[in-house]
């Protein structure tokens, strides 16, 4: 659920916000000054921020200044005063988006709701958000797909990598070659366990300084693989 913070002195509006915003299902927050708006901006997990612009003891442009030095969560901010989103705009604070008092609540949430997907959008195409598997100097990346063995990157083909990742992501676990055959390849692939087998070998050859003594994939004779830890 979707954190989002509304920094506004005039009780009634926030409240009128908070409520559509919270029949779609947003977890919704207030605070009326602005220092502690800042303080509650810059230390909480939010996902959104709604900030009016005249408050008591720090106004809704130096709060979008301070937060955008560390933060780059939507920021949607509101005026009384329509001259005061060219001015907004003018400053270039890093504001999202500007909505001018009155306006309908329905159309506030439908501006979070943009705001907040396309952010999502941003987030998730990041590097810093890829799923990685670490297990000593073995490192997987499930998004990029690549896989670095101390530091260096190994080549592996698509079933090699499903294999790798599959018996890295339950280790200590025996799985015998028919599971990892029926887990990895589709029904209709031409093959058997010996397909696993071959694949076993190709992955120790790339993973192994000593394939005879594997570190990482063990063979439990007359059972299967484990992927130690
Ligand atoms: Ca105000």
């Known amino acids: ?16 916000e908070k409520d559509y915003l919270e029949l779609s299902n947003f977890d919704v927050e207030i605070e009326s000054d602005g220092k502690n708006g800042l303080d509650r901006a810059l230390a909480g997990d939010y996902d959104l921020l709604i900030l009016d612009l005249m408050l008591p003891s720090m106004d809704g442009f130096d ?22 989103i060219d001015k907004i705009r003018g400053l270039g604070l890093g504001a999202d988006d500007y909505l001018t008092k009155p306006f309908s609540p329905s159309e506030l949430v439908a501006r979070v709701k943009a705001h ?31 896989v670095y063995v101390d530091g260096e990157e190994k080549n592996f ?15 200590n676990h ?3 070659k028919e599971e990892l055959f029926k887990k990895i390849w589709d029904m209709e ?15 120790r050859e790339k993973l192994e300084f000593d394939t005879s003594n594997p570190q990482y994939i063990e063979t439990i004779w007359g059972v299967g693989y484990r992927f130690k830890i």
């Open 1 to 16: 659920m979707s954190r989002i913070l509304i920094v506004e002195d005039e009780n009634a509006i926030a409240e009128l």
């Open 189 to 203: 692939s031409v093959g058997d366990n010996a397909t696993v087998t071959v694949h076993i070998k190709k992955i």
């Open 174 to 176: 025996v799985f015998t």
């Open 116 to 146: 907040l997907a396309r952010y999502e959008r941003l987030v998730g195409s990041s590097p810093v958000s890829n799923d990685i598997v670490e297990i000593r100097g073995l490192k997987i990346d499930k998004t990029a797909r690549r």
């Open 157 to 171: 083909t698509t079933k090699e990598f499903d294999l790798l990742t599959f018996l890295a992501q339950n280790p």
């Open 63 to 84: 709060i979008c200044k301070e937060v955008r030095k560390v933060k780059d969560i939507p920021v949607i901010m509101v005026s009384a005063k329509k001259d005061d």
